[in-house]
């Protein structure tokens, strides 16, 4: 079967169409509020802090934007060891930056216009129309500045997804029919080749991670690639101590079995 993750804007639908086809698909259904929780038990981490990467745009000073990046990382860790023990459907902000270059993922993006959003609002939450257009207008700025500052691209942007969905033109129902097909022909089924992919981007990323928890080491610019068990990592450490102990920990992390650290040392610049 295959991975299915839904970006949606809010007041869209799309977490009304993740609920459905998880439930035809029998898979569990997780929302990005209870992504966060998890990461935060998973990493013994300040929740607040996972909640801020994953919804402001980061600081100006560089520190923090490192950090933010890190923070960010935990939760996609936390995302992908959930899909290692099964498949699932993801629903919220930003679902195809949790899991990039993985075959076996459909990602998708639901989208409205305005009128359609409010129409949502209000059926299902109840909202006035007013109080409705302020908050999609408040949490659309807040995610475009977000995408933009993290990843310098535009959300809506197609080619980051395998399918779109405007339900201002299509119903809910049309959408959920959709995906069932496309997943029951096979298109995005799992194969050895791109278990391996998926086996590898979770390596880089539990590195990472294990590396930005220590507080000694949080604040190097860093990126880890991995492949079958060999990592390599890159950018810049602030001293040979620190680079040396970024390759201990990377060492020390199960399933790793060789690293090579290809850090520079010197003052981290970042535009």
Request: glycine share 6%; proline share 2%; hydrophobic share 40%.
């Amino acid at each position: 079967m295959a991975i299915i993750t839904i970006s949606r804007t809010l007041f869209s639908g799309g977490e009304q169409i993740a609920e459905e086809v998880a439930k035809k698909l029998g898979y569990p259904c997780l929302r990005r509020k209870e992504l966060i929780l998890g990461a935060a038990e998973d990493f013994e981490f300040e929740e607040a802090k996972l909640v801020e990467a994953m919804a402001e745009p980061p600081k100006l000073w560089q520190r923090d934007r490192d950090k933010r990046d890190a923070h960010f990382n935990l939760i996609r860790a936390a995302f992908l060891k959930r899909c290692e023990k099964q498949d699932l459907v993801y629903h919220g902000f930003s679902g195809q930056e949790l899991i990039r270059n993985v075959p076996h993922v459909l990602r998708i993006l639901v989208v409205a216009d305005e009128a359609h959003r409010i129409e949502t609002a209000k059926k299902f939450l109840g909202l006035h129309p007013e109080d409705a257009l302020a908050q999609l207008k408040a949490s659309d700025k807040k995610f475009n500045k977000w995408t933009r500052h993290m990843y310098g691209f535009e959300w809506k942007d197609p080619s980051l997804y395998d399918i779109v969905f405007n339900l201002g033109r299509m119903s809910m129902e049309s959408a959920v029919e959709t995906t069932l097909g496309i997943i029951a022909r096979g298109d995005f089924s799992a194969t050895d080749a791109s278990r391996q992919v998926f086996a590898d981007e979770l390596l880089a990323s539990l590195v990472w991670s294990s590396i930005t928890q220590k507080e000694e080491l949080s604040t190097s610019y860093l990126e880890t690639m991995a492949s079958d068990g060999r990592v390599v990592i890159t950018g810049t450490a602030r001293s040979e101590k620190i680079l040396n102990e970024i390759t201990d920990v990377a060492e020390s992390v199960a399933g790793v079995t060789e690293v090579e650290n290809e850090m520079s040392i010197g003052t981290i610049w970042r535009s």
